[in-house]
């Protein structure tokens, strides 16, 4: 005896044009497979959405039913690239936490698959330019994230104390001679701070104010936390955050309508067929 999934689905089946049944059948979803589908776990929900693109009736579909392949092959892509975008900006940023502005080739390397995801997105209705948009907000949170996560961290956790101008860091670059200013911390470590001090060499032993990462990550800015600056790039990154969020919703907001107005129009034509 049939289930009472299986009469449902043999009901809406029954429903459909004869064009519609044959139509899946040839695409493997006869009869047989819907019951099988209904069967399972919020399956006459998928069954519905199924037959949903088969029927030329306007009957609505319920809350919940799935929405068939097309709408999903509209919004899916989009979504793809909000996650992979997202992922590597985040990546790229918690990476300043142990390497500093070197980060930014972090970023980079996770740039490979947000061009992936890029060009696996549809150029529907505003699809260019939503992929320039996303484009650009990446390179732009990997860029000056990567260069003010430290002082975007210092400005929240930062503590501001007494340090002592220590003896220099020196170095060769390209044959000239570069001074790293270094302080001591009231644990006794010695940090090179985060902006070099040109005045730092004559100033070995006196004290000063400094602005100190408590876990000992991010080196020390000196001055107080209205000296640590990153408030602009701050803002702009912000900007570049909606940016990234924003254009892929729209565009997969947008490319759904289309899609649906133009499954709308060709029932209409079937139906005046």
């Given at each position: ?186 644990d006794g470590s010695f940090r090179e701070v985060f902006r070099n001090d040109k005045w730092c060499t004559d100033l070995v032993g006196s ?67």
């Amino acid at each position: 005896m049939a289930s009472k999934d299986e009469g449902s689905v043999d009901e809406l089946f029954a429903q459909l044009p004869k064009e519609g049944q044959l139509a899946l059948e040839q695409v493997g979803m006869g009869l047989l497979e819907l019951r099988r589908i209904a069967a399972g776990e919020g399956g006459i929900r998928q069954v519905r959405g199924i037959l949903s693109e088969f029927t030329t009736n306007s009957h609505p579909r319920r809350l919940g039913d799935d929405e068939g392949p097309t709408e999903r092959s509209e919004v899916w892509p989009w979504m793809r690239l909000l996650l992979v975008a997202v992922a590597g900006v985040v990546i790229c940023l918690l990476s300043t936490y142990l390497i500093n502005s070197t980060a930014l080739f972090v970023g980079w390397a996770c740039a490979v698959p947000v061009a992936w995801a890029l060009f696996k997105t549809r150029l529907s209705r505003g699809g260019l330019a939503a992929r320039c948009l996303v484009g650009a907000a990446y390179i732009v949170l990997i860029w000056m994230g990567s260069y003010s996560a430290d002082e975007w961290y210092l400005q929240v956790r930062g503590q501001e104390t007494t340090v002592t101008y220590a003896k220099p860091h020196y170095s060769e670059s390209h044959g000239a001679r570069v001074t790293y200013c270094r302080v001591k911390l009231p644990d006794g470590s010695f940090r090179e701070v985060f902006r070099n001090d040109k005045w730092c060499t004559d100033l070995v032993g006196s004290k000063t104010t400094a602005v100190v990462d408590p876990a000992g990550h991010y080196r020390p800015v000196l001055g107080h936390k209205s000296d640590v600056g990153g408030t602009v790039d701050g803002y702009v990154c912000l900007g570049a955050a909606a940016v990234l969020v924003l254009a892929p919703l729209t565009a997969a907001a947008l490319g759904r309508a289309n899609e649906a107005r133009s499954d709308r129009g060709g029932r209409l034509n079937g139906t005046a067929a």
